[in-house]
């Protein structure tokens, strides 16, 4: 049985490193081919320093280095700048004209998935199906922690899908919305930031609880009378959520590509908090054809205490996907 | 994200002739994980040891000229690409005070998923070169 999930790296994870400039884009793609993520999801805003100006020379050259590293594209991540202008909103045919924009880049640079942002309208996006389905340009919106799958803001792109009949309009999972235990590099820094070991326990235990969240803030808040780390760290259960991983197979007809977050990898190859031993076998059973993309968000949490190393944490992601899926395909064959 | 890094230290200098400095400039990045059009950064607040200096006073050059803060406002056709090194001026007649200070700079943006506006603010003991 051929493999139906491919891997692949968005160059978000590399971002400490391209930010300081000690990495290039180049060394991006170069080192997620070396560990067979050959697929590559950009941020044009991030990596395309002239956005939105790119001419057909410089599409020719993102192709050349792809075709070097013998990678490929898999992912646009658009912008949505609505607030352009202070004090006044774009209007709605603004809007679609730049999502229009973006959807035109993006075929230009033969991606077929474009990440749409959690806030953009769904009407708006209705606006925009013609254009995705004359560009060939699948437009998932990105269901980020704390949305889930079956939030209500997430069901209506999927109704005006439905309604539309169309398989350019759906959505683009975020691991993070299967935060199962809470992430030890989040509690390590706020107690270098002056949150007290037993207050960080108490928070780690109600999220491993599932205990609502603002029941959670109210506790460490008002009875506990927590110091503002203490406060801060409770306050980021409200972005921390669980949602169930059996209900992918529902989900797993309206999108093509995962944005696969992560905030650290043990030195076995294990993600202690985003629970991939749960989501992977779904996402085998449901035969989902498609690329699980890293998006490694943990620098922002470490930077303070110790040299980030993007390339390694993504390394050892990729080694527990080739384990996970191997593992789940051989339940299934 | 990138709060730590964001004013370059070692970039400081005096402007205006050598005997009579009329302000400073340092190299600052935009703290955001991707580029940003100018006429969604909002503030850049600069302060020498607590103390804010004028929003007038302060200039923005990406690399296409220098722009007051109102004039960025306007500014949609300019953006400040990520990772990026970008020149803060301020007038400062007698330029950065002598010896060791603290130099802060705080970045609001207006980012458009967000309801709130974004705060990044950097804050470095920093000298000009003699």
Redesign the interface.
Known sequence: MSAKIKRGVSL?SF?EE????QMSVEDCVSFAASIGATGIEI?P???M?T?PHITDAQVGEWQDLLARHGAHFTCYDM????????GELLSDDEQVESIRRDLVLCNRLGIRNMRV???VRPDILERCVPYAEQLDVHMGVEVHAPWHLEHAWILRTIEVADRLGTKHLGILPDMGIFMKHYPPEFRARFEREGARPEVTQFIVDQHEAKIMSEYTIYEVAVKLQGNAAEVRMAETLRHAPFANPRRIGDYAPYFRHIQAKFYGMTAEANDPSIAYDEVIPELVKAGWEGTLSSEYEG??WV??AQPVDSREQVRRQHAMFTRLIAQAEGEIA | ??D??LIDAASLHNTGPLDAPTGFAFAA?LGY???L?L??I?ELNVSIDGEALPRAAVRFDEGNGPLTLDEM?TA?DR?W????PATISVDLPGGFPEGEHTLSLQQKL????MPFPSFNFDQKVVKVAA
Do not use: C, H, W
């Open positions: 978000y971002q391209m930010f300081l400039g941020l805003e991030q990596n320093p956005f912008f949505l700048d609505t607030k352009l202008r202070k942002l959690v806030f620098n922002r930077q303070d | 994200m990138f730590r890094y990045k994980y991707r580029g059009g006429s969604m909002e406002e949609y953006r690409a990520f990772g990026a207006r980012i458009s998923y």
